[in-house]
Each structure stands twice: as structure tokens, then as C-alpha cells.
């Protein structure tokens, strides 16, 4: 079956460590997504892609680094410049959004991956 | 700048009708995304409005108005397994040829027998 896969589905950092998290997807989709979701509190973009070896910073991408070297694929590595890095991780992809009827290019999500300090 | 506003919980009765209103305030506008998040789990797409007026599918509909930055999200025949947060996200141009979705803070419904 077609969908996004995210691993772990836990992950443990340790102070000055960085730590990648995985997102595969086997959708076709060109644009991949990056959010992280605090409780009590809304997605917030993090980086975005909307084709190979190419990406954009979202709203929060301090401490954060991507990379988009496959279609398939856009891993996220939280180094140890971000300081606050417990949070629940979402992966997302689309068909390239575009605008007016007709665009609806929903973002399907991963299951996520927990982030916590030790 | 981007801004969404929505109740942060809401209450209702099995069988019941609810409505999850969304204020926006969205430069570049295109379109408002309606998803469900269950707790610990990945949001799924509801809904998607690109014109005013009301969408419906199933018990579920959404309605936009351009003109007033405002959405909403009707549940019909409410059942327990409604409960869950429902994230309103307003979908935008944000330059260079990108779009990006920007989301509220969820409504966390929660659906009492």
C-alpha cells in the first residue's frame, strides 16, 4: 500500500547530540514536509521541499537541516543548536499544491515520531 | 502574515450537531484545509474549500467565506469516535512559486454520551 513512513516511532537525544529522523514515502508526490507540533499547540512548518535537491526554510528551521537527495525520501536531523527539541515530529507530502479549483493536494501525513530529551 | 483562530475545545452530545468555526487572516489565500487529529495520531484530510459556499460529504461538511476570512466545519450525527482535535489550515502563497499550509491551534471536540 501507498503512504508515508516515518521512523522511529520514538526517539531519544542526549545533550549536544544530533539525531535524524527518517520519512519515506512511496506516494509519488513531489513536495515533502516537515512540521512539529507542541501540545495545546498547532503544526508549525518547519522545512519544505517541492522537488529533488531543493528546499525552503518554514517558520521554524533554526536548529533544524534537511535533505532532499530522492523523491522518496526527506530525512530531518535536529542538531544541538535547537534547545528546546522535545516534540511530536510530523512528515507530510503532496502532489505539487497549485492554486485555484481544482488544486486540492491534500498533505498526507506520516504516524510521527516522538522526540525527547535524556 | 498568517493568522488562525479557533476555539481551542468544545463539547457535544452523541447525535448531536456541532460546528467548529475558523477565522483567518491569510496573504496570498488560496484555499482552507479542514483536518482530523486523534490523540498521539497523524492528522487526515476532512475537507478542502477553494470557493465560498458549502461542501458536503457525508456527515461532514465545510463552508468558506472569502470575503469574511471564515470557515467552519459541521458535524452531523455525532458519534464517540468523533472525538479528536479538528485543525483548521489556511493555504497560501508564500512566494517563488510555494505554497504552504498554515495551521491553527485544533479544537479538541470531545463527545459525551
Known amino acids: 500500500d501507498g503512504g508515508i513512513t516515518q521512523s522511529p516511532k520514538y526517539l531519544f537525544r542526549k545533550e549536544g547530540q544530533n539525531v535524524t529522523l527518517s520519512c519515506e514515502q512511496n506516494l509519488n508526490h513531489d513536495a515533502m514536509y516537515w512540521y512539529r507540533q507542541d501540545p495545546g499547540q498547532g503544526l508549525r512548518l518547519i522545512y519544505y521541499?517541492?522537488?529533488?535537491?531543493?528546499?525552503q526554510k518554514g517558520d521554524i528551521a533554526e536548529g533544524y537541516s534537511v535533505s532532499r537527495e530522492k523523491k522518496e525520501s526527506f530525512p530531518l536531523t535536529v542538531t544541538s543548536a535547537q534547545k528546546n527539541p522535545t516534540a511530536f515530529y510530523l512528515c507530510?507530502?503532496?502532489?505539487?499544491?497549485?492554486?485555484?479549483?481544482?488544486?486540492?493536494?491534500?498533505?498526507?501525513f506520516g504516524d510521527g515520531t516522538r522526540l525527547s530529551i535524556l | 502574515g498568517q493568522n488562525i483562530d479557533q476555539p481551542t475545545e468544545m463539547t457535544a452530545t452523541e447525535g448531536a450537531i456541532v460546528q467548529i468555526n475558523c477565522t483567518y487572516q491569510?496573504?496570498?489565500?488560496?484555499?482552507l484545509f479542514w483536518y482530523q487529529q486523534h490523540a498521539g495520531e497523524a492528522p487526515t484530510f476532512l475537507s478542502y474549500?477553494?470557493?465560498?459556499g458549502l461542501e458536503e460529504k457525508g456527515r461532514f461538511s465545510s463552508f468558506l467565506s472569502r470575503s469574511k476570512g471564515y470557515s467552519y466545519l459541521l458535524l452531523k450525527e455525532l458519534q464517540m469516535k468523533d472525538s479528536a482535535s479538528y485543525l483548521c489550515a489556511s493555504h497560501a502563497y508564500s512566494g517563488a512559486g510555494s505554497y504552504q499550509l498554515t495551521f491553527g491551534k485544533g479544537t479538541k471536540l470531545s463527545v459525551i454520551p
Open positions: 521541499s517541492q522537488i529533488v535537491n531543493d528546499f
Open positions: 507530510a507530502s503532496s502532489h505539487t499544491p497549485g492554486q485555484g479549483v481544482g488544486t486540492n493536494q491534500p498533505q498526507h
Open positions: 474549500n477553494v470557493l465560498d
Open positions: 491569510t496573504s496570498g489565500f488560496n484555499g
